[in-house]
């Protein structure tokens, strides 16, 4: 089992930048792809962005591509979501998510999410 804890979130106004934290534990940090999804008001969870356990591949979401970045630390256990040049339509709650059966395969483990909130 792999747990997840998000933290980071909080209120910002458009155009600012919140850094969103992942800490993993349960297993091995460095054998996890893990991404990051958000669930909107009225709306489905969506994918926002991921990373292989080497970094070696990334992908994103269109509408957050060229201002979020997914980032990890393998020494730390701990997966980062920076967030920059937020949009009134980034709020949302963030959760985290991990899987270990490699980059692309079904997540697997879930965070508890984390409040983001933009303001105009």
């Known amino acids: 089992q792999v747990q997840l804890v998000e933290s980071g979130g909080g209120l910002v106004q458009a155009g600012g930048s919140l850094r969103l934290s992942c800490a993993a534990s349960?297993?091995?940090?460095?054998?996890?792809?893990m991404g990051w999804f958000r669930q909107a008001p009225g709306k489905e969870r969506e994918f926002v962005a991921a990373?292989?356990?080497?970094?070696?591949?990334?992908g994103y979401a269109d509408s957050v591509k060229g201002r979020f970045t997914i980032s990890r630390d393998n020494a730390k256990n701990t997966a980062y979501l920076q967030m920059n040049s937020l949009k009134l339509e980034d709020t949302a709650v963030y959760y985290c998510a991990a899987t270990d059966r490699g980059y692309g395969s079904r997540w697997a483990y879930w965070g508890q999410g984390t409040q983001v909130t933009v303001s105009s």
């Open positions: 349960g297993r091995t940090f460095s054998s996890l792809a």
């Open positions: 990373r292989s356990w080497s970094g070696g591949s990334t």
